[in-house]
């Protein structure tokens, strides 16, 4: 399975910008699907994005949808979620996920492998 480790994430204030990336390490990168999830304090971890394994699909959360973008570098072993206009309600730690699939899918059950987690804080 691939291995993964979040990086990026920090202390923003509301309408800042902020991009996060997930490292990939193992074997064929490129033959999975990738998600982004968040979990913020005392609440359920909700999908926020997900990329298909040659980067041409993308799904997203209503939401980040218009604020958030999912991009990946199969080159590089690579996986990035670039968020604008940050607001308060999307402090949370964001884990990356790995779906053997290409499914593109919101259900985290799909998804086999997952990062530590990096922790965004939006200040209002």
């Known amino acids: 399975q691939v291995q993964l480790v979040e990086s990026g994430g920090g202390l923003v204030q509301a309408g800042d910008s902020l991009r996060i990336s997930c490292a990939a390490s193992?074997?064929?990168?490129?033959?999975?699907?990738m998600g982004w999830f968040r979990q913020a304090p005392g609440k359920d971890r909700e999908f926020v994005a997900a990329i298909s394994r040659s980067g041409a699909k993308t799904n997203y959360a209503d939401t980040g949808k218009g604020r958030f973008a999912i991009s990946r570098d199969n080159a590089k072993n690579w996986v990035y979620l670039q968020m604008d206009s940050l607001r308060p309600e999307d402090t949370a730690v964001y884990y990356c996920a790995a779906d053997p699939n290409d499914y593109v899918s919101d259900y985290a059950a799909l998804y086999v492998s997952w990062g530590q987690g990096t922790q965004v804080t939006v200040s209002s």
């Open positions: 193992g074997r064929a990168f490129s033959s999975y699907a």
